[in-house]
């Protein structure tokens, strides 16, 4: 296991722990999957989540878990736990959150019965939302928990995309008075992160959500027209931008460890691949 280590400080009068797992990228079928669905799982598994050509996605997993039972921690996961929506993937993820103290944020894979294979827009999502919700607990569009006098809120913007629903229900966790960690899968844009992704990951786009338009025109149109932030995902980062409640967010998505402060001054902590064995220890103070 690749163990980061942060410290959030926030004036908690006592300290809690927790592991911060992402994009662990289960891919499975079962007997109850078409058979092109193993091929697929075999392909999504050879082609993209090999760890020096072996599939350890599992024993990371499992090392994880070890690791927060031990040290007492509950897992924060901000999705990806799965690559594609199979039975045999919902079924695992659905055995393993029931093993464990988990909160969970949904990823875009979640919904994504092919990778590939979809147009992963607003009437997909509500098309694949009623297959994938009965394998979670956590309620996949918001969800909120509170862990040692800690609020955390759970936000689906797997398709860089929040609405005015998911606000209003933020503004009523920010009543109940608690501090807020949020968590959500895609991270919110910062000219740093954008920086990384567009030179030096050199991807034809950051993969972010709210990117300004005008650092979006050399996308590709399909990718433009994915992550341009609407006007309830614009009112919704605002929203955060100056609720004082929300101490930091924690994300996904982008398979690598990143921190840094949002543009208002607030940490955001991305972190990589589970099928990498990567995790993150994280301490608030
Ligand atoms: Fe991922
Ligand atoms: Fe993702």
Request: overall charge negative; aromatic content about 10%; hydrophobic content about 40%.
């Amino acid at each position: 296991m690749n163990l980061a280590k942060t410290t959030i400080r926030i004036g908690l009068p006592a300290p809690i722990r927790l592991l911060h797992l992402s994009d662990t990228h289960f891919c499975k079928a079962d007997e109850f999957d078409p058979e092109h669905m193993h091929a697929h799982a075999a392909n999504r598994l050879r082609n993209a989540f090999l760890h020096n050509g072996e599939d350890r996605i599992q024993e990371y997993w499992d090392e994880a878990v070890a690791y927060a039972k031990e040290n007492n921690m509950p897992i924060l996961h901000t999705g990806d736990l799965i690559d594609f929506l199979t039975h045999g993937c919902g079924a695992h993820a659905k055995k393993l959150l029931g093993e464990i103290d988990c909160f969970f944020a949904i990823g875009n894979h979640e919904l994504c019965h092919q990778v590939g294979k979809a147009r992963e827009d607003l009437s997909y999502k509500m098309e694949q939302l009623p297959v994938c919700q009965p394998f979670f607990k956590d309620p996949l569009l918001f969800a909120s928990r509170v862990i040692g006098g800690v609020n955390f809120v759970a936000v689906d913007d797997g398709y860089y995309l929040f609405t005015d629903w998911q606000r209003q229900r933020l503004e009523y966790e920010v009543s109940k008075g608690y501090p807020i960690i949020l968590m959500m899968h895609n991270p919110i844009h910062t000219d740093e992160l954008y920086e990384i992704m567009m030179n030096e990951k050199k991807q034809p786009c950051a993969y972010l959500t709210g990117t300004p338009e005008e650092m979006m025109k050399c996308y590709p149109e399909n990718r433009y027209n994915q992550q341009l932030a609407d006007e309830p995902t614009r009112r919704f980062i605002d929203y955060i931008a100056h609720e004082p409640a929300i101490k930091a967010i924690l994300a996904g998505h982008l398979h690598f460890n990143w921190e840094g402060e949002l543009p208002w001054g607030v940490m955001q902590y991305v972190t990589g691949g589970g099928f990498l064995g990567v995790a993150r220890e994280i301490e608030i103070i």
